[in-house]
């Protein structure tokens, strides 16, 4: 169920960036052509939508820290509560990868 999350989280992020993308296109666009009211008021819009999208990434990238810390903490304790379990694994790992390489 926390994939599903994450994944809806993924797609809404996605979305906001492309929000973003169109709004500037559209300052774009409207200060090539025009100015005044219409300039300020979508300049404004894209203010707010780069605003959110700042905010939305700020809290994805804390996120983002606080479980690749929590991820370092848990490998850190298995290493030291199983040392010789973890350089079994770290090794089969590393003659899977030899393997693969070697195959090309």
């Known amino acids: 169920m926390k994939k599903l999350s ?3 989280t993924k797609e ?5 960036f492309m929000v973003v993308l169109a709004d500037a296109e559209a300052l774009l666009k409207v200060s090539a ?3 005044g009211e219409k300039l300020a008021e979508v300049r404004a819009k894209a203010e707010e939508s780069f605003r959110m999208m700042k905010a939305k990434m700020s809290g994805t990238q804390d996120l983002l820290l606080a479980k ?3 991820a370092t903490d848990a490998t850190d304790a298995y290493v030291h509560d199983n040392p010789w379990s973890a350089i079994g694994v770290s090794a089969g790992i590393g003659l899977l990868i030899g393997l693969l390489i070697g195959r090309r």
């Open 6 to 8: 994450d994944e809806v």
């Open 68 to 70: 690749t810390k929590t």
């Open 12 to 16: 809404q992020l996605i979305a906001d």
């Open 33 to 35: 052509n025009q100015g």
